[in-house]
């Protein structure tokens, strides 16, 4: 099972947005609703954004926002902060106990 | 509050075997399956392995199938993940996650994981 794959880095200024897109397959992205997204800061545990497509975490800030169109996945980041800066990634199940995570994005904050 | 911590990482020579924890805290254990993560260093995020609520189902990625293997002692809120005939490609930070939702749930081995520790480093190096 192939990675899901995603831009190495996007960037952008404070209160700009940016989008992280997640390319995957009919077998993956495209057939299952399970898609999640996680941000990582370095040596800090990976934190869940986004669940089930499109659906926010309690207490995560409704800056983060996300889709799904076909096989592709996208996370939207509003209104960019510093703290915003880390590694963004993305995740599908795949079918018969297969778990596909995407490439990873670093998100920087110019 | 909900917690896993890893440990047991450390440099091993190609071959050789290294067990890893996970232990669980701030939930109830026994109703979750628990999944292994790796990141090789300047690499994605790769599934390595999961296990049912109970211990009695394991799965594997093809990249470990045969080599690794899984238990879990429920009364210690910990899952061993026993790597045996390690190789280079090996390396990297591992985690433990939770699933998103319990073993009450269909869905409990598709959703994703919502908890993670902050990782435990393996280097597989001669």
């Known amino acids: 099972q192939s990675a899901l794959t995603q831009p190495r880095s996007v960037s952008g200024s404070p209160g700009q947005s940016v989008t992280i897109s997640c390319a995957g397959t009919s077998s993956d992205v495209g057939r299952y609703d399970y898609v999640s997204w996680y941000q990582h800061h370095p040596d800090r545990a990976p934190k869940l954004i986004i669940r089930?497509?499109?659906k926010r975490p309690s207490g995560v800030p409704d800056r983060f926002s996300a889709s799904k169109s076909g096989n592709t996945a996208s996370l939207t980041i509003s209104g960019l902060q510093a703290g915003d800066e880390a590694d963004y990634f993305c995740?599908?199940?795949?079918?018969?106990?297969?778990?596909?995570f995407g490439t990873g994005t670093k998100v920087t904050v110019l | 509050q909900v917690q896993l911590v890893e440990s047991g990482g450390g440099v091993v020579q190609p071959g050789r075997s290294l067990r890893l924890s996970c232990a669980a805290s701030g939930f109830t254990f026994i109703d979750y399956a628990i999944h292994w993560v790796r990141q090789p260093p300047g690499k994605g995020l790769e599934w390595v392995a999961l296990?049912?609520?109970?211990?009695?189902?394991?799965y594997f990625a093809d990249s470990v199938k045969g080599r690794f293997t899984l238990s879990r002692d429920n009364s210690k809120n910990t899952v061993f993940l026993q790597m045996n005939s390690l190789r280079p490609e090996d390396s990297g930070l591992y985690f433990c996650a939770k699933p998103q939702h319990p073993r009450y749930s269909s869905t409990w081995y598709m959703v994703g994981v919502d908890i993670w520790g902050p990782g435990t480093m393996v280097t597989v190096s001669s």
């Open positions: 995740y599908s199940y795949a079918g018969n106990y297969i778990y596909v």
């Open positions: 296990t049912s609520f109970d211990g009695g189902n394991h």
């Open positions: 089930d497509v499109d």
